[in-house]
């Protein structure tokens, strides 16, 4: 969820999970039932001893050596170990070699001479991919068998569903199928099961190269006595079978990470849960039946799509973990003092409103309270004994709190994490110091806020050793004095604050992984070699800084100079420091000269943005002939020549091409059309010659194609083209050269512009992806970025830049071109299009009276065509169209009177000698009058008015996600 530091669920609450390990308890307690005494049997000792010589061990080295147990011939095998033998210590009864690291083989005719073994335990080993043992049905007895991540794979074999006796089944496992047998009929002969565990075991069939998920069967409802089901990452659809219900007996239930769907109220009946996992789904509903598990100690229902209040909670006293995150819970949030056992609360991505009660930061259990990104509002009161709270994580981050930072929450002697970010906070706070009695403080973030923070004195004793600090938007002056002694530090994030002057030498001797200048007024860097740093992340863009561009450390994935006054050439060597780079953005600057050649040793790089500079020459054919990652490729705003690279790779990953604005020639490449998965396409404002590229229809991932202002000719299909260019919202190929008729079918395949876009789906233009970064306990942790699209549209005649674009978001641009004829009435059925602009061609004809079901349209522009007869009445229920060009056609009639119609002024009919009526001073004769449709409401108006397409400017900041330009939203209507 972001990139903030990842939560770590406390440890202590394991001590309350320990229905996961009951598996193992029911094994030990078994076998502890039976005594030893005697000799065990010679047969039995010679087929374990035979089992033993299929096994090895390998050492840290890789060399194999033979297992160094105590097995050997002549002794009595009931003391080896692993091994329990029955109360006459003859017959071997229990085999358990789990966690041993054993390589190897079995051999299965020695298991299966153990006739009488009841429990058989070989998990967690690293059995080199073989098959599970053939023949386990003859072990008649066994009652208990664990086979989990074992490094067995493969197909489950048929046999086990033979096993009668079995009690505990587990063949949890990575690498295993259940697809003959399929999971129904692995369990419809084992009645006497109480635990079944086939977490990551792949469920689903395969059929003409499809792998389509398997279904949960109603028999599962047979197995009346399991106490324990584990069906996590299985691969399982569909819904929860209502047999469910009938497994009174269950305390632990576990079907998380499959693709279930529908209502989860056949779990009512399931009072005796203890424990209940049913994240990472898609169910859905209320979820008020859970009033009725009241002995829950572990509930996680994180990552559905559940509704309603969350008021239940009241009821489960015994919860000891709550994870509810990333659902649609809206409501306040609930009243939890009757909760005294709750040690973590994940309330975290989901709709709740109102105030946060202070009695949350009160419950004497709480270690963790997670309640970010939700739409809480108001002030957080003081809370009493500050000073005893066991709180060790709090995040109320992207929330809309106000008012000052309570100091009883700055006052929590536990607290490790603090993140209170991106809400309405306020005050003036006199420094950090306040933070000073936090020694065990390791992550702070209080940016986005409306606060101002003075940097404090100067002694640094004062501040615990941060890993992870967020002072973004804090009003800061200049840089904290205690920064330089901060030596742990892993992320740092100053940015959007009002920071002068240079960039320190000091602070590049802070161990940061990441460091996020951005948006301040930097105008230098003291001189440093920057190279010699660690960090990953380096984030610069939006300053000040001129001169150079300083060469960056070696291991950088994320590089962003842009928006910044370096005037520099890019240094020839600059491919060499970026081998690690997955992002490198020089754009808006002022570079001068060519791209240099080593940047195609940059073999990582995944975006690469040097647009709006002064760079010149030929693009360099190995940016895109290279078999490698690359996926956004911008070098617009340049002055590059000569012909785009001729060369595709093959395996071309690009996602976003943008080479606007220069002043390149010739042909576009054929083989262009390798890019499969292209997305944006802008090749507008050259000197490209050639006719309208074919192989574009079958790039059915095209979402933008901008060809604009170029030297195009010709016609662009007619009507035996094939189309696809279903995910379609803007296309611009004005000002060109283009011909002919505009063909019907070249519109009918665009699916998305005919489709409504929900709140929930609708999303910003761009590219995202993930990269590794390091957080301290746990290792590696997966980042987010996001690179968005940025171009410019003609909207209510004037030249307009979309920083960002929402998919919500459709336009046309054909003007200035030489098409001709009727204009197709297949346009009319774009009915989610936004702006038309088809002028400045020679289209003849009527105005397609199907424009009327344009609903969503706000700018149409037909101006200079020779199009005639009326004006269609139908344009009338155009609510939202606020600019409209008829103007220098060869219209004729009354113009409609109605709606909006009336705010247009003279010049958007003018050129039209047989228009009459208002605006015109031209009136109206002997003409039948239209009769005007009733005015329109004062909610049409005020929806017309709301509706408007709005640039907010921010930019690229390392947070959630690193953005690139202005944002760009819809305010929807009220």
């Given at each position: 969820?972001?990139?903030?530091?990842?939560?770590?669920?406390?440890?202590?609450?394991?001590?309350?999970?320990?229905?996961?390990?009951?598996?193992?308890?029911?094994?030990?307690?078994?076998?502890?039932?039976?005594?030893?005494?005697?000799?065990?049997?010679?047969?039995?000792?010679?087929?374990?001893?035979?089992?033993?010589?299929?096994?090895?061990?390998?050492?840290?080295?890789?060399?194999?050596?033979?297992?160094?147990?105590?097995?050997?011939?002549?002794?009595?095998?009931?003391?080896?170990?692993?091994?329990?033998?029955?109360?006459?210590?003859?017959?071997?009864?229990?085999?358990?070699?789990?966690?041993?690291?054993?390589?190897?083989?079995?051999?299965?005719?020695?298991?299966?001479?153990?006739?009488?073994?009841?429990?058989?335990?070989?998990?967690?080993?690293?059995?080199?991919?073989?098959?599970?043992?053939?023949?386990?049905?003859?072990?008649?007895?066994?009652?208990?068998?664990?086979?989990?991540?074992s490094g067995f794979i493969g197909q489950i074999p048929v046999e086990i569903?033979?096993m009668k006796n079995l009690i505990s089944l587990d063949l949890s496992s990575?690498?295993?199928?259940?697809?003959?047998?399929?999971?129904?009929?692995?369990?419809?002969?084992?009645?006497?099961?109480?635990?079944?565990?086939?977490?990551?075991?792949?469920?689903?069939?395969?059929a003409q190269g499809t792998q389509l998920s398997g279904e949960l069967p109603?028999?599962?409802?047979?197995?009346?006595?399991?106490?324990?089901?584990?069906?996590?990452?299985?691969?399982?659809?569909?819904?929860?079978?209502?047999?469910?219900?009938?497994?009174?007996?269950?305390?632990?239930?576990?079907?998380?990470?499959?693709?279930?769907?529908?209502?989860?109220?056949?779990?009512?009946?399931?009072?005796?849960?203890?424990?209940?996992?049913?994240?990472?789904?898609?169910?859905?509903?209320?979820?008020?039946?859970?009033?009725?598990?009241?002995?829950?100690?572990?509930?996680?229902?994180?990552?559905?799509?559940?509704?309603?209040?969350?008021?239940?909670?009241?009821?489960?006293?015994?919860?000891?973990?709550?994870?509810?995150?990333?659902?649609?819970?809206?409501?306040?949030?609930?009243?939890?003092?009757?909760?005294?056992?709750?040690?973590?609360?994940?309330?975290?991505?989901?709709?709740?409103?109102?105030?946060?009660?202070?009695?949350?930061?009160?419950?004497?259990?709480?270690?963790?309270?997670?309640?970010?990104?939700?739409?809480?509002?108001?002030?957080?009161?003081?809370?009493?004994?500050?000073?005893?709270?066991?709180?060790?994580?709090?995040?109320?981050?992207?929330?809309?709190?106000?008012?000052?930072?309570?100091?009883?929450?700055?006052?929590?002697?536990?607290?490790?994490?603090?993140?209170?970010?991106?809400?309405?906070?306020?005050?003036?706070?006199?420094?950090?110091?306040?933070?000073?009695?936090?020694?065990?403080?390791?992550?702070?973030?209080?940016?986005?806020?409306?606060?101002?923070?003075?940097?404090?004195?100067?002694?640094?004793?004062?501040?615990?050793?941060?890993?992870?600090?967020?002072?973004?938007?804090?009003?800061?002056?200049?840089?904290?004095?205690?920064?330089?002694?901060?030596?742990?530090?892993?992320?740092?994030?100053?940015?959007?604050?009002?920071?002068?002057?240079?960039?320190?030498?000091?602070?590049?001797?802070?161990?940061?992984?990441?460091?996020?200048?951005?948006?301040?007024?930097?105008?230098?860097?003291?001189?440093?070699?920057?190279?010699?740093?660690?960090?990953?992340?380096?984030?610069?863009?939006?300053?000040?800084?001129?001169?150079?561009?300083?060469?960056?450390?070696?291991?950088?994935?994320?590089?962003?100079?842009?928006?910044?006054?370096?005037?520099?050439?890019?240094?020839?060597?600059?491919?060499?420091?970026?081998?690690?780079?997955?992002?490198?953005?020089?754009?808006?600057?002022?570079?001068?000269?060519?791209?240099?050649?080593?940047?195609?040793?940059?073999?990582?790089?995944?975006?690469?943005?040097?647009?709006?500079?002064?760079?010149?020459?030929?693009?360099?054919?190995?940016?895109?002939?290279?078999?490698?990652?690359?996926?956004?490729?911008?070098?617009?705003?340049?002055?590059?020549?000569?012909?785009?690279?001729?060369?595709?790779?093959?395996?071309?990953?690009?996602?976003?091409?943008?080479?606007?604005?220069?002043?390149?020639?010739?042909?576009?490449?054929?083989?262009?059309?390798?890019?499969?998965?292209?997305?944006?396409?802008?090749?507008?404002?050259?000197?490209?010659?050639?006719?309208?590229?074919?192989?574009?229809?079958?790039?059915?991932?095209?979402?933008?194609?901008?060809?604009?202002?170029?030297?195009?000719?010709?016609?662009?299909?007619?009507?035996?083209?094939?189309?696809?260019?279903?995910?379609?919202?803007?296309?611009?190929?004005?000002?060109?050269?283009?011909?002919?008729?505009?063909?019907?079918?070249?519109?009918?395949?665009?699916?998305?512009?005919?489709?409504?876009?929900?709140?929930?789906?609708?999303?910003?233009?761009?590219?995202?992806?993930?990269?590794?970064?390091?957080?301290?306990?746990?290792?590696?942790?997966?980042?987010?970025?996001?690179?968005?699209?940025?171009?410019?549209?003609?909207?209510?005649?004037?030249?307009?830049?979309?920083?960002?674009?929402?998919?919500?978001?459709?336009?046309?641009?054909?003007?200035?071109?030489?098409?001709?004829?009727?204009?197709?009435?297949?346009?009319?059925?774009?009915?989610?299009?936004?702006?038309?602009?088809?002028?400045?061609?020679?289209?003849?004809?009527?105005?397609?009276?199907?424009?009327?079901?344009?609903?969503?349209?706000?700018?149409?522009?037909?101006?200079?065509?020779?199009?005639?007869?009326?004006?269609?009445?139908?344009?009338?229920?155009?609510?939202?169209?606020?600019?409209?060009?008829?103007?220098?056609?060869?219209?004729?009639?009354?113009?409609?009177?109605?709606?909006?119609?009336?705010?247009?002024?003279?010049?958007?009919?003018?050129?039209?000698?047989?228009?009459?009526?208002?605006?015109?001073?031209?009136?109206?004769?002997?003409?039948?009058?239209?009769?005007?449709?009733?005015?329109?409401?004062?909610?049409?108006?005020?929806?017309?008015?709301?509706?408007?397409?709005?640039?907010?400017?921010?930019?690229?900041?390392?947070?959630?996600?690193?953005?690139?330009?202005?944002?760009?939203?819809?305010?929807?209507?009220?």
């Amino acid at each position: 969820m972001g990139s903030s530091f990842c939560t770590t669920k406390s440890p202590a609450i394991m001590r309350f999970l320990l229905l996961p390990l009951l598996s193992f308890l029911l094994f030990h307690s078994q076998i502890s039932e039976f005594g030893v005494s005697g000799k065990c049997n010679d047969d039995e000792s010679a087929s374990l001893l035979q089992l033993k010589r299929g096994f090895y061990i390998s050492t840290h080295s890789g060399l194999q050596v033979a297992v160094s147990w105590n097995w050997k011939w002549g002794t009595d095998c009931c003391n080896w170990e692993g091994v329990t033998c029955d109360e006459s210590g003859v017959h071997v009864i229990g085999l358990d070699l789990s966690r041993l690291s054993i390589n190897g083989t079995i051999n299965s005719t020695a298991l299966i001479r153990l006739s009488n073994l009841r429990i058989l335990n070989l998990s967690h080993n690293k059995f080199n991919s073989i098959p599970i043992p053939s023949g386990l049905d003859h072990l008649s007895k066994l009652t208990h068998l664990n086979l989990s991540y074992s490094g067995f794979i493969g197909q489950i074999p048929v046999e086990i569903s033979r096993m009668k006796n079995l009690i505990s089944l587990d063949l949890s496992s990575f690498s295993k199928q259940l697809q003959a047998p399929n999971l129904k009929q692995l369990i419809q002969n084992l009645s006497n099961l109480k635990e079944l565990s086939l977490s990551r075991v792949d469920t689903s069939a395969q059929a003409q190269g499809t792998q389509l998920s398997g279904e949960l069967p109603v028999s599962i409802g047979n197995l009346k006595s399991l106490v324990k089901l584990q069906l996590g990452y299985c691969n399982l659809s569909g819904s929860i079978p209502y047999t469910l219900e009938n497994l009174t007996q269950l305390v632990h239930l576990d079907l998380s990470s499959n693709n279930f769907t529908g209502s989860t109220s056949w779990l009512a009946n399931l009072i005796q849960l203890v424990y209940l996992d049913l994240s990472s789904n898609n169910f859905t509903g209320s979820t008020s039946w859970l009033a009725n598990l009241t002995q829950l100690v572990y509930l996680d229902m994180a990552s559905n799509n559940f509704t309603g209040s969350a008021s239940w909670l009241a009821n489960l006293t015994q919860l000891v973990h709550l994870e509810l995150s990333d659902n649609n819970f809206s409501g306040e949030l609930p009243f939890l003092p009757q909760l005294e056992k709750i040690m973590e609360v994940y309330l975290d991505y989901n709709h709740f409103t109102g105030a946060i009660s202070s009695s949350l930061f009160t419950l004497p259990s709480l270690h963790t309270l997670v309640l970010s990104d939700n739409q809480l509002d108001g002030q957080l009161s003081e809370f009493p004994n500050a000073f005893s709270s066991l709180l060790e994580e709090v995040d109320l981050s992207n929330n809309k709190l106000q008012g000052p930072i309570p100091m009883s929450l700055l006052q929590l002697p536990r607290l490790e994490q603090l993140r209170l970010s991106s809400n309405n906070f306020n005050g003036m706070y006199g420094n950090l110091t306040m933070y000073g009695n936090h020694k065990k403080l390791l992550s702070l973030d209080l940016s986005g806020n409306s606060l101002s923070i003075d940097i404090g004195v100067d002694n640094s004793s004062f501040f615990p050793q941060f890993l992870e600090l967020k002072l973004g938007s804090c009003n800061l002056s200049e840089f904290p004095y205690f920064l330089r002694n901060q030596n742990q530090l892993v992320f740092l994030d100053l940015s959007n604050n009002k920071i002068r002057g240079e960039i320190p030498t000091w602070i590049w001797n802070i161990p940061n992984f990441s460091l996020n200048l951005s948006h301040n007024m930097l105008t230098g860097i003291e001189p440093y070699n920057i190279s010699s740093t660690q960090l990953e992340v380096l984030d610069l863009h939006s300053n000040m800084l001129q001169g150079s561009i300083p060469l960056p450390p070696p291991n950088t994935f994320i590089l962003d100079y842009s928006n910044n006054n370096f005037t520099s050439v890019i240094p020839s060597d600059i491919g060499s420091y970026i081998t690690s780079g997955f992002f490198f953005s020089l754009s808006r600057n002022n570079l001068t000269g060519e791209i240099p050649p080593s940047f195609c040793d940059a073999m990582l790089l995944v975006d690469l943005d040097l647009s709006n500079n002064g760079l010149n020459g030929s693009i360099p054919q190995c940016l895109v002939g290279r078999s490698v990652d690359l996926h956004v490729l911008n070098l617009g705003g340049n002055f590059f020549s000569g012909t785009i690279p001729q060369t595709f790779a093959d395996s071309c990953n690009l996602r976003i091409l943008n080479l606007n604005e220069n002043q390149l020639e010739g042909h576009v490449p054929t083989s262009l059309g390798k890019c499969r998965e292209l997305q944006v396409l802008d090749l507008g404002n050259n000197m490209i010659s050639d006719t309208f590229p074919s192989w574009l229809w079958n790039m059915s991932t095209l979402a933008v194609l901008i060809l604009r202002n170029n030297r195009f000719y010709g016609p662009i299909g007619d009507d035996r083209t094939n189309y696809a260019f279903q995910m379609l919202q803007i296309i611009d190929l004005s000002s060109n050269g283009f011909t002919g008729n505009l063909p019907s079918e070249f519109f009918k395949s665009w699916k998305l512009m005919t489709t409504t876009i929900n709140e929930d789906d609708n999303h910003i233009l761009g590219f995202g992806f993930a990269y590794t970064g390091y957080y301290f306990g746990s290792g590696d942790v997966v980042n987010d970025m996001y690179y968005q699209f940025t171009t410019t549209v003609t909207n209510k005649g004037q030249n307009m830049e979309l920083p960002k674009i929402l998919t919500v978001f459709k336009s046309l641009d054909l003007s200035q071109n030489q098409f001709h004829g009727d204009i197709p009435e297949a346009i009319g059925e774009l009915n989610f299009l936004h702006m038309l602009n088809m002028s400045g061609n020679n289209f003849t004809g009527q105005i397609p009276k199907s424009f009327g079901n344009l609903s969503q349209l706000e700018s149409l522009d037909l101006s200079r065509n020779k199009l005639s007869g009326e004006i269609p009445q139908e344009l009338t229920s155009l609510t939202f169209l606020s600019m409209l060009d008829l103007s220098k056609n060869f219209l004729v009639g009354r113009i409609p009177q109605d709606r909006q119609f009336s705010t247009f002024e003279n010049s958007s009919f003018e050129g039209n000698p047989g228009l009459c009526g208002t605006p015109l001073s031209r009136k109206c004769e002997n003409s039948k009058v239209l009769e005007p449709s009733p005015s329109p409401s004062s909610e049409d108006v005020a929806s017309r008015s709301n509706r408007e397409w709005s640039f907010i400017p921010m930019g690229l900041g390392y947070g959630v996600g690193l953005g690139i330009v202005a944002w760009f939203q819809v305010l929807r209507r009220r």
